[in-house]
């Protein structure tokens, strides 16, 4: 299917690039695909305001009369229930059929606040009342005194965009039912487990047992966390250690790869599962023997069956990442999930379209850093991005800080968590008198907790994994002689 023309009578194509004077039929089509998922807070302000006149086109305003439809009888409002009622009608290949009207709800989640798109497709009707008022009244040559009348009236009826602010006790009674549902938890883990449990916390029966830790949400929905290092410290690992948990937790995960091809990021995950072989085996992997292959078999058909989980290698702007995860969502749900989770591993190596022109580098970074925590927020998900820490953060043997983070301060003010790593060994060698399993993770930001915490992990690089540290053996003295 071609892509329509931007003034075409058509619900459009998700993730199409409009031009300048189309940005009120994307709204138009932004409020509809909102309206078709579900959002029962936004249906509540935006359908007391919207009209047929609302929308340009034939095609949105037959989606749109399906949904009010929809709504005078109390039914459900979603994509199939329209689909249906468009079809009852006779309208739906009118309108493009069922992919059209599905298109609606994945361009949706494409964009930024979905209420903005409201007050775009508000002020525009208004501005539409106001030419065809003044276009009769200079035609039935009215004097200033009536265009005035008509023009006052036309203000006090028109769109109020002050309608489309949340109601307060709905947001109240939502954090109540977000408490009660709390309160029915075995853990306060809230969010995706990171699978460490220095930060997710030990909850067992026993409180004798119980330890909280750093991070007792987990990554939680529409948060910013970012895991800062230099090169050679292993925040790669770090971060396939996350991934792997959300996986396993059954969580929706998109990985974004900047660094490197989806094939080397299979291959980690490969090869911590069978924890088998180090990552050099698998680069020439003959002399692995049967048992082992069977092993690299179970766990290819283990995460193919059972993980939720889209790697891609080619998305590095912000608009084609927010693409994907909105297709990522659609495939989720058609699997009975969720997305849940976004990672970045690199974002630095993430770029703008046309490249950054006479911006700075820091300036860029910025950018980047507002547009994952915007659609962290927008999305409903948590995000996990790799951040490189700067030069200074090596000298000496010393803990990472806020500061060293590479590029822009923006990264720390945008950032709910901050998790630094520092490996002397990687610093300094064997003069480091530091082993090269030993991981130093720093708690440098915690919006919602406590910061400063350090705590050890086991770098397990070869097998592109972290542990927890074995204990150590306290040396014991000799007895005097």
């Not at 302000?45 to 009209?51: E, F, W, Y």
């Not at 350090?454 to 000799?478: D, Y």
């Amino acid at each position: 299917m071609t892509e329509p023309h931007p003034h075409d009578d058509s619900l459009g194509v998700a993730g199409a690039a409009p031009d300048a004077g189309d940005y009120s039929a994307l709204s138009e089509r932004v409020v509809l695909g909102t309206l078709l998922d579900g959002d029962a807070e936004f249906q509540r302000s935006a359908l007391p305001v919207l009209t047929a006149e609302s929308f340009t086109t034939p095609d949105t305003r037959a989606v749109f009369h399906a949904i009010t439809t929809l709504a005078r009888v109390g039914d459900a409002i979603d994509a199939p229930t329209v689909v249906q009622t468009l079809d009852e009608a006779n309208l739906l290949s009118g309108v493009g059929g069922p992919a059209a009207v599905t298109r609606l709800v994945t361009e949706s989640l494409t964009v930024a606040v979905p209420r903005v798109h409201l007050q775009r497709v508000l002020e525009a009707t208004q501005r539409r009342q106001v030419h065809e008022v003044m276009s009769r009244m200079l035609a039935s040559r009215a004097t200033p005194d009536q265009v005035f009348a008509e023009l006052d009236a036309l203000r006090e009826t028109g769109a109020d965009v002050s309608v489309t602010l949340p109601e307060f006790a709905d947001q109240v009674a939502e954090y109540q039912r977000e408490l009660q549902r709390r309160r029915t938890m075995d853990s306060p883990l809230v969010g995706v487990p990171t699978g460490w449990k220095d930060l997710d916390g030990v909850y067992d029966p026993d409180p004798n047992r119980r330890r909280i830790g750093y991070l007792p949400g987990g990554f939680e929905r529409k948060h910013l966390a970012l895991v800062a290092a230099r090169p050679g410290v292993g925040k790669t690992s770090v971060v396939i250690d996350f991934l792997r948990a959300a996986c396993k937790s059954g969580a929706g995960v998109v990985f974004f790869s900047n660094e490197m091809p989806a094939q080397e990021i299979i291959e980690l995950i490969v090869c911590a599962e069978v924890k088998l072989y180090k990552r050099d085996r698998y680069k020439w992997p003959e002399d692995i023997p049967p048992h082992g292959w069977d092993k690299i078999a179970e766990v290819q058909a283990d995460i193919t069956r059972n993980w939720h989980l889209v790697i891609d290698d080619q998305a590095s702007t912000l608009a084609d990442q927010r693409r994907v995860l909105a297709a990522a969502r659609m495939k989720f749900r058609d699997e009975g999930a969720d997305l849940d989770i976004a990672f970045q591993d690199f974002i630095q190596r993430m770029s703008t379209p046309g490249g950054r022109g006479a911006k700075a580098q820091h300036e860029e970074l910025g950018d980047f850093s507002k547009g994952w925590k915007d659609m962290a927020k927008e999305l409903n998900v948590a995000a996990v991005v790799a951040a490189q820490l700067n030069r200074s953060s090596v000298e000496g043997d010393r803990l990472p800080r806020a500061d060293d983070l590479r590029g822009s301060g923006s990264l720390e003010q945008d950032a709910d968590v901050i998790i630094g790593l520092h490996r002397p060994y990687a610093v300094g060698g064997q003069d480091s008198g530091h082993t090269a399993d030993e991981l130093k993770v720093v708690m440098i930001k915690v919006r919602h907790g406590a910061a400063g915490q350090v705590f050890e992990r086991a770098f397990l690089g070869e097998l592109a994994q972290t542990s927890e540290p074995a204990p150590r053996a306290i040396p014991v003295p000799e007895p005097p002689a």
